[in-house]
């Protein structure tokens, strides 16, 4: 089982500042098949981005996703009110379980 | 429009049985994966197994094997979630998820809206 590990545990910025969110493999993610999705207070997750740098359907361009090696990165490049969220990363390339990183809450410092 | 649907709120107590629905609209339903996503009160989330409903083909997490039985009846586009005998260790909301593609290895990309179970004496 591929186990991924989310840092920071809570990232605290202002509006218009950068995020950068982190997730950690302990192997190799096949086809580099890592989403991210985000999820606010009672509702479901969303996709953000797939395949570690493609973003879903009607994501702005703030969000970008990379890759290098088994360090898979989320930015954020300027910080929206509404991006005040739990970040969870996803590896989808290995047998089950299609793992979830433990997430990333990111709030209004 | 896709959707996912999912049945309303449950109250159990430990040592019942239960079956969650998750309908799927707006697409063909046997031609995509569907995956239930658990997610205890305050934490995050669990993938706890798919099925593709044209074959019901199941894959199953080894935490939720033997716990939990995926199924799907696709002649009314809906996949379910079941128990045989509930704890109260499975309070938590349960989500049923759509693969981007007929490929299971692919991500969720439309979401139910969750189902709260809960398990109390």
């Known amino acids: 089982e591929i186990v991924l590990t989310q840092s920071p545990g809570t990232l605290s910025l202002s509006p218009g500042e950068r995020a950068t969110l982190s997730c950690r493999a302990s192997?190799?993610?096949?086809?580099?098949?890592l989403a991210w999705y985000q999820q606010k207070p009672g509702q479901s997750p969303r996709l953000l981005i797939f395949g570690a740098s493609t973003r879903a359907t009607g994501i702005p361009d703030r969000f970008s996703g990379s890759e290098s090696g088994t360090d898979f990165t989320l930015t954020i490049s300027r910080v929206e009110p509404e991006d005040f969220a739990v970040y969870y990363c996803?590896?989808?390339?290995?047998?089950?379980?299609?793992?979830f990183g433990q997430g990333t809450k990111v709030e209004i410092k | 429009e896709v959707q996912l649907v999912q049945s309303g709120a449950e109250v159990k107590k430990p040592g019942e049985s239960l079956k969650i629905s998750c309908k799927g609209s707006g697409y063909t339903f046997t031609n995509y994966w569907i995956g239930w996503v658990r997610q205890m009160p305050g934490k995050g989330l669990e993938w706890m197994g798919i099925?593709?409903?044209?074959?019901?083909?199941?894959r199953y997490s080894p935490s939720f094997q033997g716990q939990v039985t995926i199924s799907a009846d696709r002649s009314i586009n809906t996949a379910y979630l079941q128990w045989s005998s509930l704890k109260a260790s499975d309070t938590a909301m349960y989500y049923c998820a759509r693969h981007v593609s007929g490929y299971d290895r692919s991500p969720f990309d439309f979401w139910g809206q969750g189902t709260l179970v809960t398990v109390s004496s």
């Open positions: 996803q590896q989808y390339g290995s047998s089950p379980p299609r793992t």
């Open positions: 099925i593709y409903p044209g074959d019901s083909d199941t």
């Open positions: 192997q190799s993610v096949s086809n580099k098949y």
